[in-house]
């Protein structure tokens, strides 16, 4: 099945599209915890991938879970990376939000609560100052309903699932 055959939206966004296919090498990237309610959003975005794609050897799309720190490895030496997950942003639950990478690391990266938060900013510098970062990156994020004890993600999550 191709991209423009997907089912349910599931399309490259086109601010994404020319250059997802003039890389060499693009990441899905599925971040979350799929314990946690919405923040589900990043691996079910990757099983419903997974599930509905055979992709060509130069995509490789991850379920990272909650990796903190230890997303930098999986960034490094990439053309494009698309990162799934919820974003702590105004707005709608549901609602859909890209982020390039100049928009991503606009701000100094704030401090981690907790070993599990995604160092996004933190793995994007670090790769910079390596010179090994992507070329291009764009963060897929959707307002969360909720994010507590629980494996259902909410309605408006859910829905939003095939556009992410």
Do not use: C
Request: proline share 10%; glycine share 10%.
């Amino acid at each position: 099945m191709t991209r423009d055959q997907a089912p349910l939206g599931l399309r490259p966004r086109n601010e994404a599209r020319s250059w997802v296919r003039g890389s060499d090498s693009v990441t899905v990237v599925g971040l979350g915890n799929v314990l946690m309610g919405d923040d589900g959003l990043g691996p079910t975005v990757v099983r419903t991938l997974e599930a509905g794609f055979d992709f060509p050897p130069r995509v490789t799309v991850l379920d990272l879970g909650t990796p903190g720190l230890d997303l930098t490895p999986y960034l490094a030496g990439r053309d494009a990376v698309i990162i799934v997950d919820t974003v702590n942003a105004t707005g709608q639950p549901g609602e859909l939000r890209t982020f390039r990478r100049d928009e991503l690391l606009a701000h100094a990266p704030g401090p981690r609560v907790s070993p599990h938060d995604p160092g996004l900013k933190e793995a994007l510098l670090t790769l910079e100052f390596a010179q090994d970062a992507p070329r291009e990156v764009l963060l897929v994020g959707v307002v969360p309903a909720r994010v507590d004890r629980g494996t259902e993600l909410s309605t408006p999550v859910a829905t939003s699932i095939g556009p992410a």
